[in-house]
């Protein structure tokens, strides 16, 4: 019943801007906490970015100071915007949410920056 869908991914080149989305569907989507991770191939995944219930966000250093969680809650969404793009950060992008032991994915969508 639960429906994650991510969009915005794309191509880039180095220096450039995405906007990541994450649409909701089926939770109470305010008392949840939510997560951006992502994957490369023959990576481990990783966290990027993590905004809670109450608002209180956090990032992985490689991308602080370049990357803005947010979520509206009258939409049901959240946003990664994506500044200042490198190379390594080329990967899948996830969408996670989650409230105690209850966890959901989205599919993920493609981000890939190059010259």
């Known amino acids: 019943q639960v429906q994650l869908v991510e969009s915005g991914g794309g191509l880039v080149q180095p220096g450039g801007s995405l906007r990541l989305s994450c649409a909701a569907s089926?939770?109470?989507?305010?008392?949840?906490?939510m997560a951006w991770y992502r994957q490369a191939p023959g990576k481990q995944r990783e966290l990027v970015a993590v905004?809670?219930?109450?608002?209180?966000?956090n990032y992985a250093d490689s991308v602080k100071g370049r990357f803005t969680i947010s979520r509206d809650n009258a939409k049901n969404t959240m946003l990664l915007q994506m500044n200042s793009l490198k190379p390594e950060d080329t990967a899948v992008y996830f969408c996670?949410?989650?409230?105690?032991?209850?966890?959901?994915w989205g599919q993920g969508t493609q981000v890939t920056v190059s010259s």
């Open positions: 996670n949410v989650a409230r105690g032991y209850r966890e959901y």
């Open positions: 089926g939770i109470a989507f305010s008392s949840y906490n």
């Open positions: 905004i809670t219930s109450g608002g209180s966000t």
